[in-house]
């Protein structure tokens, strides 16, 4: 068989170092969900990746850097998404009829949740992991928010500019069905759906039968 060239080694050894990086990743959200940042030792992660400990640090600074890399890794792409169907000159309704939608099947129906609960849980003791999430995640979400219902306002479809200067009062039913997912399911099981549209028809109205 023909040695291999030197490009096909760096590429394989590439290939290596990004899967461990993933399982390092998935293994940091199984016991950071299980045990909580504070208790979540790298060792433990370290096991349930499958790699010496020492190789968490080729990837990551510290406990703090992985799980800032998990929120980037897990919630960026769902941002990108939201960026991008806010951007879409349709009435709000159906724009807010679509991220519900994408709230539901792209984070409540996925781990991502754990990611927000865990920063609600653990950003209140860890102010920066707070900030990380506020200044990746939260504030994007909240400037696209309030461009798509600038332009709703404009078009005369919002009674108050009251979500505009608060988009908070948007984004704040989907937090509540995330914690309420982790506290109070298994007592009373929540309809995410109905639940997020109701709040859609306080806002906008109630939909005719039959849309």
Known sequence: MPA????????????RSAARREAILAAALDEFSAQGFTAARLDDVARR???AKGTIYLHFRDKEALFQELI???????VDTLEAALAADIPARAMADQIVELFVTQVYGTRRQEVIRLIVTEGPRFPSLAEFYYRHVLSRVMAAMREWM????????????AFIRFP??????????ILWHGLFERFEPLDVRAFLHAQLDLVFGRKPCGE
């Open 4 to 15: 291999e060239t030197p490009r096909a080694t760096n590429g394989a050894r590439a290939q």
């Open 49 to 51: 990746a499958g790699v």
């Open 150 to 161: 600038r332009r709703a306002a404009a078009r005369g479809e919002l009674a108050s500019d």
């Open 168 to 177: 908070q009062l948007m984004g704040a039913p989907a937090i509540v069905a």
């Open 72 to 78: 980037g890794s897990v919630l960026a792409p769902f």
